[in-house]
Nanobody, 136 residues
Framework: QVQLVESGGGSVHPGGSLRLSCAGA????????VGWFRQAPGKDREGISC????????SYANSVKGRFTISSDSAKNTVYLQMDKLNSDDTAIYTC?????????????????????????????WGAGLQVTVSS
């Protein structure tokens, strides 16, 4: 049974940091693209970061680029999202997802590595999500 367990959410002041974790059970995360999505109240779900199969590449939404860093630890079968310089716009429910849907996370022969996409249809399994609140 595939299971994704997120941890590390909570409340933080503006300018602060949090590190989210996404631990996989029943699958090897490195064989999939792993993405982080978030949804704020009244807003659409937003793909914010992903790491490709085998960790060949990463991608970030413009809203978090330069502030968030995605990484993986194969020994722990866990993907992390380090979030720095948080602001109130980052308040949302954060969810990790894994996927290998064809056409979304394909091998790029130009870069000789896998890519990942920040589009929800590219992901097969989703965690339950956790709350991140940034307020003063």
């Amino acid at each position: 049974q595939v299971q994704l367990v997120e941890s590390g959410g909570g409340s933080v002041h503006p300018g602060g940091s949090l590190r989210l974790s996404c631990a996989g059970a029943g699958l090897v995360l490195g064989r999939y693209a792993v993405g982080w999505f978030r949804q704020a109240p009244g807003k659409d779900r937003e793909g914010i970061s992903c790491i490709s199969i085998k960790g060949d590449s990463t991608s970030y939404a413009n809203s978090v680029k330069g502030r968030f860093t995605i990484s993986s630890d194969s020994a722990k079968n866990t993907v992390y999202l380090q979030m720095d310089k948080l602001n109130s716009d980052d308040t949302a429910i954060y969810t990790c997802a894994v996927g290998a849907v064809a056409g979304y996370h394909d091998y790029d022969f130009r870069t000789r590595g896998f890519q990942c996409a920040l589009e929800a249809p590219g992901y097969d399994y989703w965690g339950a999500g956790l709350q991140v609140t940034v307020s003063s």
